[in-house]
């Protein structure tokens, strides 16, 4: 079939038939490991070790998701990677009104200290990597993490992984907030210094451009909403009285890895290059690991399809194959049946087996940088640099990331409603959806979630609180809330809270009451 005659980037701009020399010129490579880090952190990346293959997983109850944890590291996966469910990330127990009917549908239901015990039961932190995408409730869930953890023996200083903790995405294009922005501010800038003294292997931020992808951003936006959001939170923490070379190398970002494969490789590499600029230039950061933008990838779910599902193995590989190239530090493949439903433990194996072919037979780990020079890729890292260069100058002539999130939102649905044209006027080719159709009815044998598992578990949580020391609960949440309002740091006051027996919900009323909720402003 005829292709269309206009070939152009995700942000709109031209792509020429052929580059050469010219378009490589000016782009600064250097070394693996070395600044601007634009050919990867490490000097050897996968060649050394390979990215960490860390399956996105959670639904039900702790305990049923326990057990796919445990097929997955059965099944090869190198390190855990929590979903939680609406409930938990929006501060709520499961006996809370707010949680009637969501409860364990898209993630797990983690209320209390002995629901983190069961979804952990049988494998050792001290051995595993765990990445917990959590923001709202971010500090509470590592607060229950690193109990849990006490309660097997473990120290916090030995514990390695990383909680999302992103709130100013979820301002921007998800909606996964509790308290306004300031508030929310503290609470990650007391996990930095919480985790800085006691969890030093953990990355206390993953500042994530995944969501605002998924919200239909270009990849210009991405690298460049998601540093200015860094930008923020740097900020916020140097404002708090932090050394900006204390608390930088525990930080930590999240990409999207989406179709476009060239594209997307140059996109990790400019936001390498940027980073490095920024905090070097910015915030004179001099520790080399301050300035080196480490992240993890999760393959675009946005661009699975419930039309003929098994072609989303294919797109999961190319995307896979843009953020190995680009050299991300963890990865998640998407399973191909999640635009129909949680994925089945056979989808979850291909996902898996994805990473592990793409590591052990492919080659494409065996060079580091391995398309680093080709003028194609070298002209593109160079655009999107610049482009977002421009874009995070305009947010920081709005005051701020935190000033500018209506500027981004409205970016994002602009960019939206261009793809989405493009796809109905047929400018752009979605395989199965508006070209190469058939009438396959989707496959009968999806993943369910239990329907009762709701009510199970607010029983669960109800009968933990009667039969708890309500004493000792009260006093740790009256001594959370005197925290609260002064400027002690609260990890502490939470770990101590979870320990008592008391549930996320009840931090999160009390909190609520303190910090207020955060009610955005709707502009037309």
């Known amino acids: 079939m005829d292709r269309p005659r206009e070939f152009k980037t995700s942000w709109g701009a031209p792509l020429k038939p052929v580059y050469g020399p010219q378009d490589a010129a000016g782009s600064e490579l250097g070394a693996p490991g070395e600044f601007p880090f634009t050919r990867g952190v490490h000097p050897e990346m996968h060649r050394k070790r390979l990215w960490t293959m860390r399956q996105y997983a959670g639904f039900g109850s702790a305990v049923e998701t326990n057990k796919r944890y445990r097929f997955l590291l059965e099944q090869g996966q190198t390190g ?51 990445s917990m995408t959590i923001n709202a409730t971010a500090s509470i869930l590592l607060a229950l993490y690193v109990a849990t953890a006490r309660r097997q023996g473990v120290a916090a200083d030995k514990l390695s992984g990383t909680v999302q903790n992103d709130i100013l995405k979820e301002y921007i294009a998800r909606g996964t907030y509790i308290f306004p922005p300031g508030p929310s501010m503290r609470l990650i800038t007391d996990t930095f210094a919480y985790c800085k003294e006691r969890v030093p292997r953990w990355n206390t931020i993953s500042i994530s451009g995944y969501h605002m992808r998924e919200a239909g951003c270009t990849a210009v936006q991405e690298v460049a909403f998601t540093l200015a959001n860094g930008i923020a939170y740097v900020q916020a923490a140097v404002d708090a009285g932090l050394e900006v070379d204390v608390f930088a190398p525990q930080l930590s970002f999240f990409f999207n890895a989406h179709n476009n494969l060239l594209e997307e490789v140059a996109k990790f590499r400019a936001a390498r290059r940027l980073w490095a600029r920024i905090m070097r230039e910015r915030f004179a950061a001099r520790d080399p690991r301050s300035l080196a933008l480490r992240f993890h990838a999760q393959t675009a779910g946005s661009m699975l399809t419930a039309q003929q599902p098994e072609n989303n193995i294919v797109r999961v590989t190319i995307q896979a194959l843009a953020a190995v190239f680009g050299g991300c530090q963890s990865l998640h493949t998407n399973s191909m049946d999640e635009a129909l439903a949680l994925p089945t433990e056979r989808a979850v194996r291909i996902a898996l087996r994805t990473q592990q072919i793409l590591a052990h037979e492919s080659g494409v780990a065996d060079v580091a940088d391995s398309l680093g020079g080709a003028f194609a890729i070298e002209r593109l890292t160079n655009d999107i640099e610049e482009a977002a260069r421009v874009y995070i100058g305009k947010i920081d002539d709005l005051g701020g990331a935190v000033a500018a999130i209506p500027f981004m939102q409205r970016e994002i649905q602009d960019a939206a409603y261009r793809y989405q044209r493009e796809v109905e006027d047929h400018a752009r080719i979605v395989v199965g959806v508006n070209e190469y159709v058939t009438d396959d009815l989707p496959p009968g044998n999806l993943f369910q979630v239990d329907a009762a598992v709701g009510a199970a578990l607010a029983e669960r949580v109800a009968r933990a609180r009667a039969t708890g020391d309500r004493d000792a609960a009260g006093r740790a949440l009256d001594g959370l809330e005197a925290a609260a309002r002064s400027r002690d740091n609260l990890l502490p006051l939470l770990v101590a809270a979870v320990e008592a027996g008391v549930t996320l919900g009840e931090i999160c009323d009390r909190l609520r009451g303190v910090f207020g909720i955060h009610r955005p402003s709707v502009t037309f």
Do not use: C, H, N
Request: a negative charge.
């Open 80 to 130: 855990l990677s929590v979903a939680f469910d609406l409930p938990t990330q929006m501060g709520y127990d499961p006996d809370a009104p707010m949680a009637r009917g969501e409860t364990g549908k898209v993630g797990v239901s983690i209320a209390s200290l002995e629901d983190m015990q069961d979804l952990f039961e049988g494998i050792p932190l001290g051995r595993v990597s765990t």
